[in-house]
């Protein structure tokens, strides 16, 4: 009878993770295209036509403009354009740095969307330049899944502490939160 009882609450957590990561799946997809229609500027490597299904676009070297990410990428890959994102590293910079010198006890401020934009940065740089960069994000992203771990086993998810995590780091906190909660349950009122 304890096996069965033992199988059926691991089940529980499976299923109960398995839709976490479900739904930070879906997070992830839903903020991604998200960032994929945001405008983003751009500089013309040659002259250019495009003219598909209501598509119209012509350019001359080097002109600059504003497109949606998705089609830059897209012409990008073809060698068509540059797109100007270098402000996106100061912008990773100064969220690493934030949380850096943030207490040990309080999360700094990221967008809903940092990940999204600080991993589709990384994709696009060369090896050489993307360790670095990946060695400060691991080390920023364990900073603030402790901070979170010890907030959400503390309490439910405030207002205030909501504005300053991405996306996926709600999604975690309520995950742990609810975890931590139905453990305290477990572990003290079983007698």
């Not at 598509?55 to 830059?72: C, N, T, V």
């Not at 503390?154 to 709600?170: I, N």
């Amino acid at each position: 009878m304890d096996q069965v009882i033992i199988a059926n609450n691991n089940n529980d957590n499976v299923d109960r993770y398995d839709q976490f990561k479900k739904q930070m799946d879906f997070i992830q997809k839903f903020y991604y295209i998200k960032y994929l229609m945001e405008e983003t500027r751009i500089t013309f490597k040659k002259n250019f036509s495009i003219h598909i299904d209501g598509l119209d676009l012509e350019a001359k070297e080097g002109e600059i403009d504003s497109i949606p990410r998705w089609l830059a990428q897209i012409l990008e890959e073809n060698d068509f354009i540059e797109i100007q994102d270098t402000d996106i590293l100061i912008y990773i910079s100064r969220s690493l740095n934030r949380e850096r010198i943030s207490k040990p006890h309080d999360l700094s401020g990221i967008d809903l969307d940092f990940y999204i934009r600080a991993n589709d940065f990384i994709k696009r740089l060369k090896d050489k330049e993307k360790e670095p960069i990946i060695v400060s994000l691991n080390s920023f992203v364990t900073s603030r899944i402790e901070k979170i771990v010890k907030l959400a086993a503390a309490s439910a998810l405030s207002l205030d502490l909501e504005k300053k995590l991405s996306a996926e780091e709600k999604e975690l906190y309520n995950f742990i939160h609810k975890s931590s909660s139905e453990f305290k349950q477990r572990a003290v009122n079983r007698y």
